[in-house]
């Protein structure tokens, strides 16, 4: 490039060339400015690419770690899901269990009434009946006197008459 601008230099000391050493000179800056942006042109471009490719590695670095939490905590809620199952079925089981054994303590109480009434209604039946007897066996002891007395009456009747 030094021996461009030294080239253009002994130019413009010649005049008749002097248009056509500004043209060129001209040409020279323009080209070195434009080879420059160029540079600079490609420079960025690489710069991009290698942001673009960073960008992608850590937005696909960014997905598994994202994947990884989701499933991470979607395992955490399936314990959890799987745990309150289970208390529930507990529960439900421990509920049917209660309601058994109210059921059957219900059913036992009332066999226990009714076996007792049963004896009592027994005992009072057994009772009435020993009344009854003892005042069956008193009509038929006072039925049997009146007999007694009748015919002793019949038969005092008869001395007395007879």
Known sequence: MNDEIQNTVDREQNPSTNTTNIDQIRDILFGSVQRHHEA??????????QNTRDHNYALEKLQLDLQ???????????????KLEKRMQQLEDNFVS????????????SQNFAQGLR???????????????AI???????????????????????????
């Open 68 to 82: 990884k939490i989701i499933n991470d905590k979607y395992e955490i809620f399936e314990n959890k899901v799987g």
């Open 40 to 49: 600079y042109l490609a420079q960025l471009q690489r710069q991009i690419e």
């Open 119 to 133: 004896e009592t209604l027994t005992n009072i039946d057994t009772q009435i009946r020993s009344e009854l007897d």
């Open 136 to 162: 069956r066996k008193t009509y038929e002891d006072v039925v049997m006197r009146l007999e007694i007395e009748k015919i002793s009456n019949a038969d005092l009747s008869a001395m007395f008459t007879g």
């Open 98 to 109: 209660r309601i058994d054994d109210a059921v059957n303590d219900a059913n036992t109480r």
